[in-house]
């Protein structure tokens, strides 16, 4: 079992509907979690990340947390055709904090 | 720079060769970063450098990878006696600091390596 568990996708969203993304993962020690984007053959860019507990909004972009379910979740608004991409949860432990560990990704597709 | 740059973004290599990934990070940041990332999966960490030093290097898949960041700025993976299953994208990132999260990891584009 990987520590960072994401389901491969792809999930399909007509535009303008909310995608929700999910990420568990398996260690407690984990302490910041991310989202990254990564298009095709691009490098994976940082969307937000989050420590507490609760939730973290930026534009249409809303991060999740629950570390009592070890599970983080990303939460995209009023989805657009460019959303399209694959979506990398990571995180980073106290020890560690300069080492991301990454799930496989959710490939995420925005219908017109 | 304007961002981190890597060379060359492609590189097929037959079975056996020795090849070398440079990294170019934006200037100024301390730490640098090298991420192998197969195909259909997310970027595993390699090696973390702060400035010259290589403070962890558990990453590195066998004794065949080394990673060396002399002057504290270009960093250069090399592979040696290729195999198949080191054919991946190798990611390189750097940052200010080596908190991430106090601080974002900004990635390269990325060599894409293929061992025939």
């Known amino acids: 079992q990987k520590e960072v568990e994401q389901n491969s996708g792809p999930l399909s969203v007509p535009e303008g509907a909310i995608a929700s993304l999910n990420c568990t993962y398996s260690?407690?020690?984990?302490?910041?979690f991310f989202w990254y984007r990564q298009y095709s053959g691009k490098s994976p860019e940082l969307i937000m990340f989050?420590?507490?507990?609760g939730d973290k909004e930026d534009g249409r972009f809303t991060a999740q947390l629950n570390k009592a379910s070890q599970y983080v979740s990303l939460l995209i608004r009023d989805s657009q055709p460019s959303d399209s991409a694959t979506y990398l949860c990571?995180?980073?432990?106290?020890?560690?904090?300069?080492?991301?560990?990454f799930g496989s990704g959710t490939r995420l597709l925005v219908r017109p | 720079g304007a961002g981190v740059s890597q060379s060359p973004r492609y590189k097929v290599a037959k079975r056996g060769q020795d090849v070398a990934l440079r990294c170019d990070p934006i200037?100024?940041?301390?730490?640098l970063f090298w991420y192998q990332q197969a195909l259909g999966q997310g970027p595993e960490f390699l090696t973390y450098?702060?400035?010259?030093?290589?403070?962890?290097k558990s990453g590195l898949p066998s004794d065949r990878f080394f990673a060396e960041r002399p002057e504290g700025s270009v960093s250069t993976l090399k592979i040696q006696r290729t195999q198949q299953e080191d054919s991946a994208v190798y990611l390189c990132?750097?940052?200010?600091?080596?908190?991430?999260?106090?601080?974002?990891?900004?990635f390269g584009q990325g060599t894409r390596l293929t061992v025939v």
């Open positions: 990571a995180v980073n432990h106290e020890d560690s904090s300069y080492k991301l560990i």
């Open positions: 450098f702060q400035n010259e030093a290589q403070l962890d």
């Open positions: 990132a750097s940052s200010l600091g080596g908190i991430i999260g106090r601080t974002e990891a900004f």
């Open positions: 260690d407690r020690g984990s302490q910041s």
């Open positions: 989050i420590y507490s507990n």
């Open positions: 200037s100024g940041h301390v730490s």
